[in-house]
């Protein structure tokens, strides 16, 4: 789940996470009021979840009240499109108004979870500002790293190796290291898939701060946070990932034209590679688990069918928890409520799989049956078209 940078900031700044003086605004004639409070300049910026705000116009300098409110005025409302929104963008709802400060030099500081080491890594760089992917393409050596044991924790000793490895002045190492240790316990707590600085800022007058901030939770670990979810902004998630939500179904809208209804992440991976290379895209990734009831199959095939980019449908489960006749039988009374009309490919392997065909051949529906992946892939693809 993530949260909007005013969020965040204000998560931060109770583990001692110093950051601009700031206040959240949804008006733009607030913007005036909000920078004389704050003192001139402040920076007026937009609030989506999504980077790469400052280049698409999301993100900018007020020099006076007037600027301020007739900044806030265009940006408010604005369709902004960036690296990450894709090209149909983001509306800006929501603004920071946060007060101007001296800048000294910019770097980049960020926590995720390594699962091939099945540890936390701490990054951090000098190229702060810039998108790290880039950075990572064009010039790896510019990103350090520290891998932290979870059992153990960050060390002081790590931290401060990072402040050095940053360039910092001597007399800064200690408080970039109380930093750098204050991001780390708040990714832990907050039980975050990732925290980013980007940029973390040194000023002229020599202080320290998170200038950006970006935070992105553990779904999986919501349960021990449930005051997080007052922190969701439905207007930031696509409509359809919204609806899948009501059902625990793990649902990503994509841009082709093929829905995929699988059980299991590994098999949807699997799936999606299989259609691409049968020369097709698919719309989506819509895994129902390994307990796909009835009922859940066809929440499952309302949501893929609501996608009006879907020109066919390929359903492709494994049985072993879930019995494939139980998976047939909610595709077929789903087939019947819902009306389906466009192609739908069946394969199913697994407990119950004679009985399930069985079940699809006696239906009369038009379903397409498949005895293998590729077969499926090609089937669906050709229909597709």
Known sequence: MKIH???AKALLVKYGVKVPKSKMIR??????KTAEELGLPVVVKAQIHAG??????????ARSLDDAETL?????????VTHQTGPEGREVQ????????????????SVVVDRVTSQIVFMASTAGGMDIEEVAEHNPEAILKEYIDPAVGMQSFQARKLAFGLGLPGELISSASKFILALYQAFVDLDASLLEINPFLLTEDGQL?????????????????????????LNEEEPLEIEASKYDLNYIKLDGTIGCMVNGA???????????LAGGEPANFLDVGGGASQARVENAFQILLADKKVRAVLINIFGGIVRCDMVAAGVIAAAKNLGVEIPVVVRLEGTNVERARELLSESGLNFTTATSMKDAAEKVVALSN
């Open 5 to 7: 940078e005013y969020q």
């Open 27 to 32: 008006v733009a004639t607030d913007a005036r």
């Open 52 to 61: 790469g705000r400052g280049k698409g116009g999301g993100v900018k300098l």
């Open 72 to 80: 806030a005025s265009q940006i408010l409302g604005m369709k902004l």
């Open 94 to 109: 929501t603004l920071l108004i946060e007060e101007g400060l001296k800048i000294k030099q910019e770097f980049y500081l």
């Open 209 to 233: 701060y998170a200038l950006d901030a970006k935070v992105t939770f553990d779904d999986n670990a919501l349960y021990r946070h449930k005051d997080f979810l007052e922190l969701r902004d």
């Open 266 to 276: 590994g098999l949807a991976m699997a799936t999606m590679d299989i259609i691409k």
